[in-house]
Every structure is written in structure tokens, then in C-alpha cells.
């Protein structure tokens, strides 16, 4: 079984700065690409940012210059520094891993749950 968490969402002032981690767990032998979503409510998911295995990164317009996507794939976590803050980045965060359980196996893609993040004064 594979498991994707996030963590770090919070409420902060505009201005402000927050770091989300997404941890995987489980049976996995190689994780691809990791990438960052966030949903506003009553809209559909948007990509926020992802990066592959070789560093190689990408970003929403919205995001560019303020968030900054990482991995450190020996703890199997992937984050989100968000940074500058203001009120249309409030969102439900969410991280997807393309994983691996075996060699055998394809990847395949998990999510997490979703972390809360609120930026109002």
C-alpha cells in the first residue's frame, strides 16, 4: 500500500510565507514526477507546480517567482515553498506522486487529502 500526506497548511497574512510537505510511505521502490495542485472552492483543480526526477521544474503563471517546488527523494518528500502570499492563493493544497511499487509494475499515481491553506488579513 502506498500513502501521500500532506502537511504545513495554515492561515497567514497576506505578505506571508508557508512551506507544504508531501511525505510518501509504503511499498515504493522509485517515485517520478511530483506535482502540486490546488482547488479553490466551487472550482476545478489547478496545476501549481511540478518537478521530475532530474530537478527539472514547472510553474503556473499565477505561482511564478513566489512558490518553489523540491524533493528529497531519499525521505520520499516533495514541498512547496510559498512565499509573497496573497489572498487568491488561498486554495485546498494537494500533491500526487507517480510511484512505483516494484519493477514489474508500472507507475502509478497517488494522491494525498489535501491540506488547508488560507491567506486573509
Known amino acids: 500500500q502506498v500513502q501521500v500526506v500532506e502537511s504545513g497548511g495554515d492561515s497567514v497574512q497576506p505578505g506571508g510565507s508557508l512551506r507544504l510537505s508531501c511525505a510518501a510511505s509504503g511499498s515504493i521502490v522509485s517515485i517520478e514526477t511530483r506535482n502540486w495542485y490546488r482547488q479553490h472552492p466551487g472550482k476545478e483543480r489547478e496545476l501549481v507546480a511540478t518537478i521530475k526526477t532530474d530537478g527539472s521544474t514547472k510553474y503556473a503563471n499565477s505561482v511564478k517567482g513566489r512558490f518553489t517546488i523540491s524533493r528529497d527523494n531519499a525521505k520520499k518528500t516533495a514541498y512547496l515553498q510559498m512565499n509573497s502570499l496573497n489572498p487568491e492563493d488561498t486554495a485546498v493544497y494537494y500533491c500526487?506522486?507517480?510511484?512505483?511499487?516494484?519493477?514489474?509494475?508500472?507507475?502509478?499515481?497517488?494522491w494525498g487529502q489535501g491540506t488547508q491553506v488560507t491567506v486573509s488579513s
Open positions: 500526487n506522486a507517480w510511484v512505483r511499487r516494484d519493477y514489474l509494475s508500472p507507475f502509478s499515481n497517488y
